[in-house]
């Protein structure tokens, strides 16, 4: 099959958008910073004094702002940094990437031309093929080629995914596992996942959240009881204990959300990989191949197995969904080629 191409402004906005993470939400810290500013604010404005009373109202003042503030910047920067990002992207559409392409694949590979240059690369070199609302993506280890649909008919379409699948999927696979997710599966690999990537950060944020919450326990264990009692030293000293788990779990919880409807759902593991399978029982939207030389660490917990392709990428597969013996053999082959890798 060939087909020759030119990709829209539309086009190249969805190509350079796919797979691109989101970056994560400062609301934690932000109400962490309030709530600390407004205990302290009133500890340090309760005694009757002026100057106590100036910098603790002050102190109070700013604690109530911060929310508001932040809200107000958010906003901001929701409208303005999505058509900022546009505008660079298109700027270097009409620069680097406007132009006539074509596409050429038979069984034993794919070239893509482009201008002067062109690449051509054996089917064995794919890593992922999917499927977007106007492109098919493929991606090797180096770069990535945007194919639109509407330049191959149905026919053309068809053979390119029987081509990629022919490549991605394991002839010699091993057996199949869902990787659906628990939320609770979800939950612990992620607050595990943070403890052991950035310890310092999250040391840091846990004795801040637990200064903020010791202080507020003491305000209003003060406030009801004007003498010390067991129930309030009780509380003063096991409520942030008991509370930031919970917070912890509350925040990743609600990212779960947003996890099950990018996550892959199937992943068929061979001897040599695992490969990652996305869509419903109609179609398959997405197919990646990760081989087990490629993975940066791999880690275990109690209720999933942490494969990380990179310190920031990592795909959890619930131990729930394994027979013993494949979960016995899946580990040894993931022992075994880290083995490998360590001696060479």
């Known amino acids: 099959m060939k087909i020759e191409?030119?990709?829209?402004?539309d086009q190249f906005l969805e190509w350079q958008s796919f797979g691109r993470r989101q970056r994560e939400s400062r609301v934690p810290?932000?109400?962490?910073?309030?709530?600390?500013?407004?205990?302290?604010?009133?500890?340090?404005?309760?005694?009757?004094?002026?100057?106590g009373g100036l910098i603790g109202s002050t102190m109070i003042g700013v604690g109530l702002a911060l929310p508001f503030i932040a809200v107000l910047v958010w906003l901001v920067q929701k409208r303005r940094n999505p058509e900022k990002n546009r505008t660079k992207l298109l700027s270097a559409f009409g620069r680097f990437y406007s132009g006539q392409r074509s596409f050429e694949a038979d069984g034993s590979g794919w070239k893509f031309v482009f201008e002067q240059s062109q690449d051509v690369r054996a089917w064995s070199s794919l890593v992922l093929v999917a499927k977007t609302q106007e492109l098919y993506v493929m991606q090797d280890a180096y770069t990535s080629y945007?194919?639109?649909?509407?330049?191959?008919?149905?026919?053309?379409?068809?053979?390119?995914?029987?081509?990629?699948?022919?490549?991605?999927?394991?002839?010699?696979?091993?057996?199949?596992?869902s990787m659906v997710a628990e939320p609770q599966d979800y939950v612990s690999a992620m607050i595990r996942d943070a403890w052991w990537q950035t310890p310092w950060k999250m040391l840091g944020l846990c004795g801040a959240g637990m200064a903020c919450i010791w202080l507020l326990t003491l305000i209003v264990a003060d406030a009801y009881t004007p003498f010390p009692t067991p129930v309030s030293i009780f509380l003063i000293l096991s409520l942030p204990i008991l509370s930031l788990p919970i917070l912890q779990g509350v925040y990743y919880h609600q990212r779960f959300q947003t996890y099950r409807k990018r996550s892959y759902q199937i992943v068929e593991i061979a001897e040599d990989r695992v490969c990652f399978l996305m869509g419903t029982l109609r179609e398959t939207r997405e197919i990646r191949v990760v081989l087990y030389r490629w993975l940066?660490?791999?880690?275990?917990?109690?209720r999933v197995l942490m494969l990380y392709l990179h310190p920031t990428l990592v795909y959890l597969i619930p131990k729930a969904n394994f027979k013993a013996e494949e979960l016995a053999k899946f580990r040894e082959l993931l022992r075994s080629h880290k083995e490998h890798q360590s001696s060479n």
């Open 29 to 51: 810290l932000i109400v962490i910073i309030s709530l600390l500013f407004l205990a302290v604010g009133y500890l340090v404005a309760r005694p009757a004094t002026d100057r």
């Open 296 to 302: 940066h660490k791999v880690r275990e917990s109690r």
């Open 5 to 9: 191409f030119n990709l829209s402004s």
């Open 146 to 177: 945007a194919l639109p649909k509407a330049a191959m008919t149905a026919e053309e379409q068809k053979t390119l995914l029987e081509l990629c699948e022919r490549a991605l999927l394991p002839n010699d696979k091993l057996w199949s596992v």
